[in-house]
């Protein structure tokens, strides 16, 4: 498998749990996961499959329902895009601010 980094959500979805019960398993060691930002989890594809192979059908008393693939992933062109427009979302409204700012002063100023 490849080194793909799955977002909380993707990896609440495969295990068949809700993100609460996750986040429960990351703070208590169980789940190996990765902060991005100081905040947002982020977890390996092959670390949550194996995960799932190695607990067959239960992970801490919840039932985990195995499916060949994660059917919730979304395209990780459109995931990719999500996450940039989240994480810089302000610097995209500051530079079209700017933009428009720049654009009103010179037609002032013609």
């Given at each position: ?28 060691g169980k789940i190996p996961a990765y902060q991005i930002g100081g ?49 810089n979302d302000f610097y995209i409204i500051a530079a079209v ?14």
């Open positions: 498998m490849s080194d793909k980094l799955l977002t909380l959500k993707e990896a609440a979805e495969c295990l068949h749990l809700t993100e609460k019960q996750v986040r429960r398993l990351v703070s208590e905040m947002y989890l982020r977890f390996k594809e092959e670390n949550i499959f194996s995960l799932r192979a190695k607990f067959g059908g239960k992970l801490m008393n919840e039932n985990i329902k195995t499916h060949d693939s994660i059917s919730g992933i979304k395209n990780p062109l459109v995931s990719g895009v999500r996450d940039f427009l989240y994480f601010l700017i933009i428009f700012l720049i654009y009103i002063i010179l037609k002032v100023i013609r």
